[in-house]
């Protein structure tokens, strides 16, 4: 039986980087680098080889002729596959046929890390795989030129959503994710054991953030949020990342407008400062106008009619109405005043009208962006709607005592991070825009 010799591994030693790959340029024409990253491709032509080395920032390409380099390099150079992690200290050459006009001519490499071959998916990207042979090897398929550029995309958009609640004078702040009872309510829950008793993963931070208004008034999370709903469907998660604000002394229009003003913000910040990415995924962004139009939910119902399809009033609307509605309204737009019964208890119902709430979503085409609204602050009101809809009073004791302190007008509303990056990267597939997406099937990797 035949047994294969380890390939011995170089250590890093003193190496340290001195340039990324798109530092690299003609400018450095005779200067002396130090390179780390992964082997992307190789082409051996014979008299020449061809090593395209990939970074964080890039690519750049190892040019090693064999009339020119020592027999270690050589040695070393001829060893590679792709994936293998790699150090080259070399001389940079102008190259007008080389990609960006530039290459490094090597001197020295090490080998920092091998790769079992065959990869199972083409880091490349050249030849193309299913997203669940995608989504299998994760961490491979996140080197593709596309993925590096939705997650550039998705840091920028958290960078800008971060600055732009900041300066409006918003606290960042974190809730607790294992909790002792429904957020929400309803049976979308995950279940823990938590020592001696059972406990939960949370639906969302909406109570403990309406607490902590009474405390700093403008609060907002990026956090985790936990749903155990049994769709399986191209925009849904089971674990996903809620961006939620909420405000003291506010109504839902006061919410409302910083919504707006934040996807505004956001959309002008990734089409300024990601054209790079936004051209390899070929999509382009648009700065939408201010304000965003509201259509009453019963105006939606009546235009839907208009469209053929039979909703009664008080009804929910199903996905291919909200298809329809994506076509007549191709921009952001608020639905408002919701029937009081299809929105969480609580959503505060409007004085003069209580069958209607003073309840948002925040749509883009078709998709549901952003839920809001108004609160109740009542705690009378806020009984009764959670018995209303079926919930047990005792089970929200903790935080029905907090109103027994002073619980200020308030209002606000949760955005789903993911679906903001699908908008911003024109990607179909919610789980493209997740590192390692949770969904009804999918727990590993």
């Not at 958009?157 to 429904?182: D, N, Y």
């Not at 405390?215 to 749903?227: A, L, N, S």
């Not at 806020?382 to 089970?395: A, D, N, T, V, Y």
Request: contains cysteine.
């Amino acid at each position: 039986m035949k047994v294969e010799k380890r390939m011995k591994i170089d250590d890093l030693g003193c190496w340290r980087r001195t340039h990324y790959s798109a530092e690299i340029t003609p400018e450095l024409d005779g200067k002396e680098v130090i390179l780390l990253g992964w082997v992307r491709d190789i082409r051996d032509l014979g008299g020449i080889r061809f090593i395209i080395l990939q970074d964080r920032e890039g690519t750049v390409q190892i040019t090693v002729p064999r009339d020119e380099a020592d027999e270690q390099t050589l040695k070393k150079t001829g060893l590679l596959q792709r994936q293998y992690c790699i150090g080259v200290k070399g001389v940079v050459r102008a190259m007008a046929k080389a990609p960006r006009g530039v290459e490094v001519l090597p001197k020295k490499v090490k080998i920092l890390a091998v790769a079992k071959q065959p990869l199972p998916i083409d880091v490349t990207g050249r030849t193309p795989a299913d997203i669940d042979v995608r989504l299998d090897a994760r961490v491979l398929d996140l080197r593709r030129d596309e993925n590096q550029a939705i997650f550039r995309i998705r840091h920028k958009i958290l960078e800008a959503v971060r600055t732009f609640l900041s300066k409006k004078g918003f606290l960042e702040v974190h809730t607790p994710k294992i909790i002792a009872s429904a957020t929400e309510g309803g049976a979308a829950l995950f279940p823990i054991a938590y020592f001696e008793r059972e406990a939960f993963l949370a639906q969302s931070p909406q109570l403990y953030k309406e607490q902590l208004t009474m405390d700093f008034e403008k609060v907002y999370e990026i956090g985790p949020t936990f749903r155990a709903e049994k769709s399986h469907t191209r925009r849904h998660l089971t674990e996903f990342i809620s961006i939620d604000i909420e405000e003291a002394f506010a109504t839902a229009d006061d919410v409302m407008k910083v919504a707006e003003e934040l996807m505004h913000h956001v959309c002008r910040v990734v089409k300024e400062n990601c054209q790079k990415e936004l051209k390899v995924l070929k999509h382009t962004v648009e700065v939408p106008s201010l304000p965003f139009k509201r259509i009453t939910y019963d105006e939606i119902i009546e235009e839907l009619r208009g469209g053929g399809f039979k909703i009664e009033w008080g009804e929910d609307i199903p996905t291919a109405a909200y298809r329809h509605l994506g076509k007549v309204h191709p921009y952001f737009y608020f639905i408002t005043e919701w029937p009081t019964r299809l929105k969480p208890f609580y959503i505060k119902p409007k004085d003069d009208d209580p069958e209607r709430s003073e309840g948002f979503d925040l749509m883009w085409h078709w998709i549901e962006i952003a839920s809001g609204g108004t609160r109740v602050h009542d705690k009378k009101l806020l009984i009764r709607r959670l018995k209303e809809q079926g919930l047990h009073p005792e089970s929200f004791k903790y935080h029905l005592q907090t109103f027994d302190y002073g619980m200020p007008p308030h209002a606000g509303w949760a955005i789903g991070l993911e679906r903001l990056v699908m908008i911003h990267t024109g990607r179909k597939n919610i789980r493209e825009v997740v590192f390692y997406p949770r969904d009804r099937f999918r727990l590993t990797p």
